[in-house]
């Protein structure tokens, strides 16, 4: 029998690596090959890979904190406290290989595309992985932010410098507040996705410094990985006995990894950074006319080729980062109607053109207006995977010709996530929402003409 399991404390300190030890020596005592992912304060340890899991008889968690599922779908899996893989481990050894099989998603398109997006999210590797979990976890501050500012901007657009009124507290609580961490917590998350937990406290700082410096979006990459790395050579480089390894997650690390980080931004980084961040904002806010078509166009062909994938993300990174001085966004407003398009112009084609989808394709077009309408660009990836040479060109001239008008029009947008939901974030919204239905009308007509009829 092969075992695996996972274990996780609060503090993540002694109960992690006790249980994970009762399990080891229950399961070598009954001749089971064992393997225990242990997720401490100094981060993911012995962690499991898709292979292990592949190979496992049953499933183990006895934790006490959250930790990634979608992995363990399709196999035998008991979930119980940390402490009672303390009390009994070997009835949970017993009490796992009888456990139901765990069932992460469903067979409708909503479900399909959640595996879909929690399959690349596992995938994806390296730098690009990194990136994108700072992006994930920081797409929530700007939103916050961005709708704040907007409901300040409602009030007029100077109201907020009138102290003690409500545009003054919703400016401050979308740009002082919202927008102040978006930088620290990139940062923080990169850090985070590479050293796991120690390297959090040390990102974070060293986007903090980031700000001071004026070094932006940009700078919060390059702190984000410095102080992953850094962090990683810490671990490495120091150890302490047993005894004092309590210290190093709370003391050692922290101290020293954003001394290093802080003062290498203070001294040789920062400058340089913030003179390139200047002057790429500079480039962009002087963008007008056919330049701005231009990367309008090339920005939806980008949200449109992989819908969800590396290409779709860096079109979406960049878009972000133009929403760090808090006003909105020209490159946003179009990453964001070119990503809308996609699943909006699929469910309209599966509405016009009944003849040319089978009948759970029709269906399925139903959800796929509402992932549209949320901008959720993979809600198209299960039509293209049916018929991707005849769908993919369609769904991308769609989008460039939302990119395009989106650019050509002038419009805003101060937040980088909610499509329809947020559409009184957008500046000049009526010529924004032509951009969409036009895009949409090009994507449903080229599939009406490429699709061929369908026999069922």
């Avoid at 500012?149 to 102290?163: H, K, N």
């Avoid at 559409?423 to 929402?433: G, K, L, P, R």
């Amino acid at each position: 029998m092969r075992i695996l399991a996972v274990t996780a404390c609060p503090t993540g300190i002694a109960h992690t690596y006790m249980a994970a030890e009762a399990i080891e020596e229950a399961a070598k005592k009954k001749g089971y090959e064992i393997k225990v992912e242990t997720r401490g304060s100094v981060g993911v340890e012995n962690e499991l890979t898709s292979e292990d899991i592949a190979a496992a008889d049953a499933i183990i968690l006895a934790c006490d904190t959250s930790v990634p599922m979608e992995r363990f779908s399709g196999k035998k899996l008991v979930s119980v406290a940390v402490s009672d893989a303390l009390k009994d481990a070997n009835k949970l050894i017993e009490d796992a290989l009888k456990a139901p099989v765990y069932k992460a998603s469903g067979s409708n398109l909503v479900d399909d595309v959640a595996g879909i997006k929690a399959k690349r999210k596992d995938e994806s590797k390296g730098a690009y992985k990194h990136l994108m979990n700072g992006v994930s976890f920081m797409i929530p501050f700007v939103v916050a932010g961005g709708i704040a500012i907007a409901l300040s901007f409602m009030f007029g657009y100077d109201a907020f410098q009138q102290e003690g009124t409500l545009a003054a507290y919703l400016m401050n609580i979308g740009g002082g507040a919202g927008f102040a961490l978006m930088i620290p917590v990139l940062a923080g998350y990169i850090a985070y996705s590479i050293a796991d937990r120690p390297g959090l406290a040390v990102g974070m700082i060293g986007g903090s410094v980031a700000v001071q410096l004026n070094a932006g979006f940009l700078g919060a990459i390059v702190a984000g990985f410095m102080a992953g790395y850094v962090v990683n050579l810490i671990k490495k480089y120091i150890k302490l006995p047993k005894t004092l390894q309590g210290i190093m997650p709370v003391l050692i690390i922290p101290v020293f990894g954003s001394l290093i980080v802080g003062l290498s931004f203070f001294y040789i980084i920062g400058a340089p950074v913030a003179a390139i961040n200047t002057a790429m904002n500079n480039f962009l806010t002087g963008m007008s006319g056919t330049n701005a078509i231009l990367l309008g166009l090339i920005i939806g062909l980008m949200m449109a080729f992989d819908m969800g994938g590396p290409v779709n993300k860096a079109a979406y990174a960049f878009g972000t980062g133009t929403l760090v001085a808090g006003t909105g966004s020209a490159i946003m407003a179009a990453v964001m109607a070119a990503g809308m398009v996609p699943p909006l112009g699929l469910a309209v084609a599966t509405f016009i053109f009944k003849d040319k989808f089978t009948l759970a394709e029709k269906e399925a077009g139903k959800a796929a207006a509402v992932l549209g309408a949320s901008f959720i660009t993979e809600g198209a990836i299960p039509f293209a995977a049916a018929d991707p040479l005849r769908v993919i060109p369609s769904i991308m001239a769609g989008a460039a010709v939302t990119g395009a008008l989106s650019m050509a029009f002038n419009a805003t947008l101060s937040v980088p996530h909610g499509g329809l939901f947020v559409f009184f974030a957008v500046e000049n919204v009526a010529m924004y929402i032509v951009a969409i239905l036009a895009g949409t009308a090009v994507t449903a007509i080229l599939i009406g003409m490429l699709k061929k009829k369908t026999e069922v």
